[in-house]
């Protein structure tokens, strides 16, 4: 492909900022067509980012002769049948993540890659931001010796919608981050997989996982609270605690590598700065990213096609984040 031509299926709030107009940023891109199963906010965001075509159906995206290519950004439990029908009509997909709401759902994804030859990628941009690249290079660069562990703290109050919707409030209710049916899980399942993808970009696949979950604050009916033990494919271990209805006096969210020369702090979603901490002091790093956090990963999913790259992020490498969160979760 020289010239990509994008359909996209959803157009909620993650598209109006860090991804959607990255697209038109990379040469050689650009956004054909936007569908929503609802027509007034199909039209509407198409005609405020200037795009030509748009569609309340899927289906009539994906058959459009001049879309090549589909980007997938609705919520989990649908990422699965969209990357299918996509695959299925040729066209090469960029999935929002995670992956799929199911281990199993990811596995019928990459069958139906593996059947077609056509490539599935998947938005765990962060691991091409040139933050996390820093926190790559050190980690890996050997400055903290022998890495012995790896510890994720987590920990939030509840949001205002939180309190708005009754344990057994109805679908059109509530978040759909908060019902399992729709998102997979909960908080955990939206928030945890930019970590643990992160973790196994620079350790390898986690082998081993397991977790206890509770419903703590009793504010929704999904867990609430997290806590897990894990082994990566070169032996590492380590461990995490989520919570998202602690006190205001307990919010935190870092992650800790600990190696036997120093241990290196960073944060997955305040990007404070890295603490890098070795004999002689600790060491404060500052990296600012881009302003669309997505155009890096975008831009490379993009020379994949075009032949003169590669992207690393696909459904293959996101399928283990998806495993490690069932076993937590005591899926099976």
């Known amino acids: 492909m020289k010239e990509i031509s994008w359909g996209f299926i959803g157009c909620g ?20 067509a936007v569908m929503s199963r609802t027509e ?55 999935v929002e993540k995670p992956l799929a709401a199911s281990y199993e759902d990811c596995v019928r994804i990459n069958r139906i890659s ?6 599935c990628f998947v938005a765990y941009y962060r691991r ?17 010796g022998k890495l012995l562990n790896v510890q994720v703290h987590f920990s939030r109050p509840p949001r205002e919608v939180d309190f708005n919707f009754g344990k057994h409030g109805a679908l059109g209710e509530r978040p759909w981050r908060l019902c399992p049916e729709v998102s997979g899980g909960g908080y955990f399942y939206d928030l945890a997989p930019h970590q643990l993808d992160l973790l196994q970009d620079m350790f390898g696949v986690i082998v081993r996982a397991h977790g206890y979950c509770a419903n703590r604050g009793g504010l929704y009916e999904v ?41 290196l702090t960073f944060s997955v979603y305040d990007e404070s700065p890295i603490e ?35 992207c690393s992020s696909t459904s293959v490498s996101a399928t283990p984040t998806n495993w490690v969160m069932d076993r937590i979760l005591g899926k099976f």
């Open 223 to 263: 867990e609430d609270t997290v806590s897990a033990a894990f082994e990566f494919e070169n032996g590492l271990n380590g461990s995490g605690s989520w919570c998202f209805v602690g006190h205001e006096s307990a919010k935190e969210e870092r992650i800790e590598v600990v190696g036997d020369k120093g241990m």
């Open 40 to 94: 007034r906010r199909a039209r509407s965001y198409a005609e405020r980012h200037g795009i030509r075509k748009w569609y309340t159906d899927a289906q009539e995206l994906i058959d459009d002769p001049q879309v090549n290519a589909v980007y997938v950004a609705t919520p989990p439990a649908s990422h699965a049948t969209y990357a299918i029908m996509a695959m299925r009509a040729g066209k090469p997909v960029y």
């Open 128 to 144: 091409y931001l040139p933050y996390f690249q820093r926190v790559k290079e050190i980690v890996c660069g050997g400055r903290l």
């Open 276 to 310: 890098l901490h070795l004999n002689d002091g600790m060491t404060c790093i500052e990296v600012a990213n881009p302003p669309y956090v997505q155009l890096p990963i975008i831009k490379t999913v993009i020379e994949h096609l075009q032949g003169t790259g590669v």
């Open 13 to 32: 709030e993650v598209t109006e900022i860090k991804s959607g107009p990255a697209f038109n940023e990379v040469e050689g891109s650009h956004i054909e």
């Open 114 to 119: 593996e059947q077609t030859g056509v490539p």
